[in-house]
């Protein structure tokens, strides 16, 4: 009975009902966009990191984990010295920076201890770094900025030649020779870390427990230690911006249903009053309010999660390297049950007044 009730009212007010169930997708749609994104970026920080083919990276003092833009530089001597270290096979420093106003890496490299260590480019378009003003782009910065191998593009307030378009995956989206990186940043002699390769992975641990000893407070890691540690959990900002999103979801679910369940309850009144005439409970009249609250939140989760697919289709075609946006299915549950509770929430002061109504008084309703 309450379920074809509910069912008639949806369908009586379709304009309503579609209003509702989109305001309700709005959030739904934002938190798993955000978290989408928090997934995506991580991912792809971790895909570049183990691109780059290096068993331990030794990292300056004062750097965090996750981040290679802290600390103070190395000197770049490390590069020379840890190459020498027992069942190190090549190594190869690194410069990073960040290009302004986007979450993209440029990354200052030796090209050929690079490769060495981490095995050739694979070029889409072009060819390698073999003038100072050259630079190499991943396929999807280079989609991202519409250019192709022989254009030029501005990259830290500086015109530079796209000398070649590789592969995504390994490291960065665009890579410099380091001396150039060097002097542009004021960093010359220096480096914001030192990949090593080993001769064995099976001596990763060896190495590391040495080098530890030998190069006390200076951040080692073997690159499977950084793997398992690249999380959304793991990075402060990102998880917290998570639970402001979540925070976010509940009370525009909760605003919108409210309003859109008082309006539904002033608009049936007479129905209420009816039904109310006819002997039904105020259990009952609360039913209903639930219940047609819970089939919003619903179809607003479903609407949210084919919305979802679409913001990520406009990611990957306006900015597939800043904002990568990856699809986690273990969050639809979580963002339905935000939305659902969210609707319920709202709708129970409408609820209240609808089953505080006075039949008579319904009746008469104008």
């Known amino acids: 009975m309450i379920l074809k009730l509910v069912w008639e009212n949806v369908r009586f007010r379709p304009v309503r009902t579609l209003l509702s169930v989109l305001l309700i997708a709005l959030p739904v749609t934002l938190i798993l966009t955000l978290v989408g994104l928090s997934h995506g970026f991580v991912e792809g920080s971790e895909k570049r990191a183990e691109g780059i083919g290096a068993d331990i990276v030794f990292r300056p003092k004062g750097s965090a984990v996750l981040s290679s833009f802290n600390g103070d530089p190395l000197p770049e001597k490390f590069v020379d ?66 250019v192709r191998a022989g254009g ?39 480096v914001g870390g030192v990949y090593l390769k080993l001769d064995d992975p099976r001596n990763t641990d060896m190495v590391k427990k040495q080098l530890d000893a030998k190069y006390e407070g200076y951040p080692i890691y073997s690159m499977k230690e950084l793997e398992a540690l690249y999380s959304v959990d793991n990075i402060p900002l990102l998880k917290y911006f998570t639970y402001a999103v979540l925070g976010i979801g509940v009370l525009i679910g909760f605003l919108v249903v409210s309003m859109s369940m008082y309006m539904a309850v002033l608009q049936r009144t007479r129905e209420i009053g009816i039904l109310k005439s006819l002997g039904a409970s105020k259990g009952f009249v609360m039913g209903i309010i639930l219940a047609e609250a819970f089939a919003l939140g619903l179809g607003g989760t479903i609407a949210g999660v084919a919305l979802s697919f679409g913001t990520r289709w406009l990611m990957n075609e306006l900015m597939p390297a800043s904002l990568p946006q990856a699809i986690v299915p273990g969050w639809w549950p979580i963002a339905g049950l935000i939305a659902v509770g969210g609707a319920l929430l709202g709708s129970l002061y409408p609820g209240m007044i609808a089953v505080r109504q006075d039949p008579i008084e319904a009746l008469a309703y104008e």
């Open 81 to 146: 010295q840890l190459a020498k270290e027992p069942h190190v096979a090549a190594t190869t420093g690194v410069v990073y920076q960040l290009v302004s106003g986007a979450f993209d890496t440029i990354a200052g490299i030796d090209q050929a201890s690079f490769v060495r260590l981490s095995g050739p480019f694979v070029f889409l378009q072009g060819h390698g770094l073999e003038k100072p003003n050259d630079i190499l782009l991943d396929q999807y910065y280079a989609e991202q900025r519409h």
């Open 152 to 190: 030029t593009i501005s990259v830290l307030n500086k015109d530079w030649d796209v000398a070649g378009i590789v592969e995504g995956g390994k490291l960065a989206h665009l890579f410099v020779q380091i001396r150039v990186l060097q002097d542009l940043i004021g960093s010359a002699g220096k």
